[in-house]
RNA sequence: GGCCCUAUCGUCUAACGGUUAGGACAUCGGCUUUUCAAGCCGGUAAUCCGGGUUCGAUUCCCGGUAGGGUCACCA
């Protein structure tokens, strides 16, 4: 028996990958990574119903943003290919023949109607249903064209360990003659699952806890088929805001890729997502790829479900972003900025404004950015208003001003740095009785904004000559 | 309804049965030589309830309450 580990991450085709999927995949593939272990991509197309085109593509993209990347899967191949299970058939057709042969599987004569109203029955009575109290006597052979359901032979008590809750049991009432091909020759997830995962030697099944119920269902499968069943770690759900209910596309539940558009990291979104229910312990909270590896381990996944919380999201983004290298923060922000602004000195002042790179957007959209390339404009009576500060007439600050301006002249242009301006300005600023009527005009008229950087910071971007300029055109 | 599971600040969480119940986000206050942002410092804030076991329960057991999952020819 091998030792190595091997994990697989095993998404329907059924639309976008949402947040919980994606941390799913994430402990699966830190779990393959810390262990040099591999990491398996299987597809689980076996309803074609729900399947939407193009999902594979999008999970894949998916994955790869997230630089979660695997080393057996559709598109790379691999010694179980094929990993999409509809190019799998035969092989489901090959185990269903053994159960067959084992007499643990045998075709369900029954329509869909007739089901429905064994169905209704047990509702009526407010009694779980359990197809095996209606198993026929003399089955039909199976020919194909029905359900072929697998047959539970003990009626008894399943106990099995989860390395996330420990041990965990269910009585025979969670045991049941359960599908296992469908009447369209397609293999129904509890079957094809467990036959995958078999014969790509999967020794650590990570997913959500609503497969808890149904885990009873697949250990019988793995009785009947003599194969050792996988260790399982049982991920909690992500809550939506309501705190109660898994988040939904209704509560906002949105494409991973959306958060790639909106400029988050992606070293800050796997940061975010393996901390949402999943704590190492100690108080250090950012941590890079590598050192999420070596931290990780499935046995302190948290066992009760966790609000998403945009909030600590942006706060973790951020603390990424000051991670990156002068040079790639600088890349990242200019290419969003139009040709008017692509100013290196702007980078600073617009990173500690910004939690995420698509901030950067909605700062030029809502024009805070354009004093920079073009002179403010602002009517009489808002630079009036503006102008008198703490009571101060204006006339008096006109007068300062130009002291203002008398000083910044003395400065050589090439020496009109953030710093000089700030010594210049201050030594003026304190001979006043406060420093707000001198600063507070000068910094209005550079910027025209009621909010907006420091005076200093503007002055030295927009060069002595516009400075002046602009301080003269205000008086 | 049956079965299974969960429960620490508003949120994410830490705490061999012994801690002033810790950290982070958010929030509030202060400082940082005008506003904004950033940064720094500080404050408010939690063991669901009731029984047990124990010298001592956030921690172990039982019950209650609240919440979640599941009972498909979906995964």
Same mark, same amino acid.
């Given at each position: 028996?091998?030792?190595?580990?091997?994990?697989?991450?095993?998404?329907?085709?059924?639309?976008?990958?949402?947040?919980?999927?994606?941390?799913?995949?994430?402990? #699966?593939?830190?779990?393959?990574?810390?262990?040099?272990?591999?990491?398996?991509?299987?597809?689980?197309?076996?309803? %074609?119903?729900?399947?939407?085109?193009?999902?594979?593509?999008?999970?894949?993209?998916?994955?790869?943003?997230?630089?979660?990347?695997?080393?057996?899967?559709?598109?790379?191949?691999?010694?179980?290919?094929?990993?999409?299970?509809?190019?799998?058939?035969?092989?489901?057709?090959?185990?269903?023949?053994?159960?067959?042969?084992?007499?643990?599987?045998?075709?369900?004569?029954?329509?869909?109607?007739?089901?429905?109203?064994?169905?209704?029955?047990?509702?009526?009575?407010?009694?779980?249903?359990?197809?095996?109290?209606?198993?026929?006597?003399?089955?039909?052979?199976?020919?194909?064209?029905?359900?072929?359901?697998?047959?539970?032979?003990?009626?008894?008590?399943?106990?099995?360990?989860?390395?996330?809750?420990?041990? $965990?049991?269910?009585?025979?009432?969670?045991?049941?003659?359960?599908?296992?091909?469908?009447?369209?020759?397609?293999?129904?997830?509890?079957?094809?699952?467990?036959?995958?995962?078999?014969?790509?030697?999967?020794?650590?099944?990570?997913?959500?806890?609503?497969?808890? #119920?149904?885990?009873?269902?697949?250990?019988?499968?793995?009785?009947?088929?003599?194969?050792?069943?996988?260790?399982?770690?049982?991920?909690?759900?992500?809550?939506?805001?309501?705190?109660?209910?898994?988040?939904?596309?209704?509560?906002?539940?949105?494409?991973?890729?959306?958060? %790639?558009?909106?400029?988050?990291?992606?070293?800050?979104?796997?940061?975010?997502?393996?901390?949402?229910?999943?704590?190492?312990?100690?108080? %250090?909270?950012?941590?890079?790829?590598?050192?999420?590896?070596?931290?990780?381990?499935?046995?302190?996944?948290?066992?009760?479900?966790? %609000?998403?919380?945009?909030?600590?999201?942006?706060?973790?983004?951020?603390?990424?972003?000051?991670? $990156?290298?002068?040079?790639?923060?600088?890349?990242?922000? $200019?290419?969003?900025?139009?040709?008017?602004?692509?100013?290196?000195?702007?980078?600073?002042?617009?990173?500690?404004?910004?939690?995420?790179?698509?901030?950067?957007?909605?700062?030029?959209?809502?024009?805070?950015?354009?004093?920079?390339?073009?002179?403010?404009?602002?009517?009489?009576?808002? $630079?009036?208003?503006?102008?008198?500060?703490?009571?101060?007439?204006?006339?008096?600050?006109?007068?300062?001003?130009?002291?203002?301006?008398?000083?910044?002249?003395?400065?050589?242009?090439?020496?009109?740095?953030?710093?000089?301006?700030?010594?210049?300005?201050?030594?003026?600023?304190?001979?006043?009785?406060?420093?707000?009527?001198?600063?507070?005009?000068?910094?209005?008229?550079?910027?025209?904004?009621?909010?907006?950087?420091?005076?200093?910071?503007?002055?030295?971007?927009?060069?002595?000559?516009?400075?002046?300029?602009?301080?003269?055109?205000?008086?």
């Amino acid at each position: 028996m091998s030792e190595k580990v091997i994990t697989r991450f095993a998404p329907s085709p059924t639309g976008f990958m949402h947040v919980g999927g994606v941390r799913t995949a994430l402990y #699966a593939w830190l779990w393959a990574r810390k262990n040099k272990g591999q990491f398996i991509l299987r597809i689980e197309d076996t309803d %074609k119903e729900r399947e939407v085109e193009g999902s594979i593509q999008h999970i894949e993209d998916s994955l790869k943003w997230l630089g979660l990347d695997w080393d057996e899967g559709p598109d790379v191949g691999g010694p179980h290919a094929s990993y999409i299970q509809s190019e799998r058939l035969e092989i489901y057709k090959k185990y269903a023949n053994i159960l067959i042969e084992k007499g643990f599987a045998y075709a369900d004569p029954y329509s869909p109607e007739e089901i429905e109203n064994f169905r209704k029955k047990s509702e009526a009575e407010k009694k779980p249903f359990l197809f095996r109290e209606h198993r026929p006597t003399n089955p039909p052979e199976w020919n194909g064209s029905m359900p072929l359901r697998f047959k539970v032979s003990e009626l008894k008590r399943t106990v099995w360990d989860d390395i996330v809750w420990g041990e $965990l049991s269910a009585g025979p009432e969670a045991l049941d003659d359960f599908i296992l091909i469908k009447s369209d020759g397609y293999p129904t997830y509890n079957f094809a699952h467990v036959v995958d995962d078999i014969e790509m030697g999967v020794t650590h099944v990570v997913r959500g806890q609503e497969f808890i #119920a149904s885990t009873p269902k697949f250990l019988s499968l793995y009785e009947a088929l003599g194969a050792t069943p996988p260790l399982f770690a049982t991920t909690p759900p992500i809550l939506g805001p309501d705190g109660k209910k898994k988040l939904s596309k209704r509560d906002g539940a949105k494409d991973i890729l959306d958060y %790639k558009k909106e400029g988050y990291l992606s070293d800050a979104m796997i940061n975010y997502l393996a901390f949402l229910g999943f704590n190492p312990g100690g108080e %250090k909270e950012i941590y890079t790829r590598k050192e999420l590896i070596e931290i990780f381990d499935l046995s302190k996944i948290q066992r009760s479900g966790a %609000k998403w919380s945009d909030d600590k999201l942006n706060w973790m983004n951020k603390e990424h972003m000051k991670l $990156l290298p002068e040079s790639e923060i600088e890349k990242n922000i $200019l290419e969003r900025l139009p040709e008017e602004l692509q100013n290196p000195k702007l980078v600073p002042l617009i990173l500690e404004r910004i939690s995420k790179w698509g901030d950067i957007d909605e700062m030029v959209q809502r024009g805070e950015l354009d004093f920079f390339y073009k002179e403010p404009e602002y009517s009489k009576e808002k $630079l009036q208003e503006k102008l008198r500060y703490k009571n101060t007439l204006s006339e008096k600050i006109s007068e300062n001003l130009n002291l203002a301006i008398g000083a910044l002249m003395e400065i050589d242009e090439n020496n009109f740095t953030q710093e000089n301006i700030k010594n210049t300005l201050m030594s003026i600023a304190d001979s006043l009785e406060t420093r707000g009527e001198l600063l507070h005009p000068v910094r209005f008229a550079l910027s025209g904004l009621d909010k907006s950087p420091d005076p200093f910071t503007i002055a030295s971007i927009l060069g002595k000559n516009e400075t002046i300029s602009r301080l003269q055109k205000a008086i």
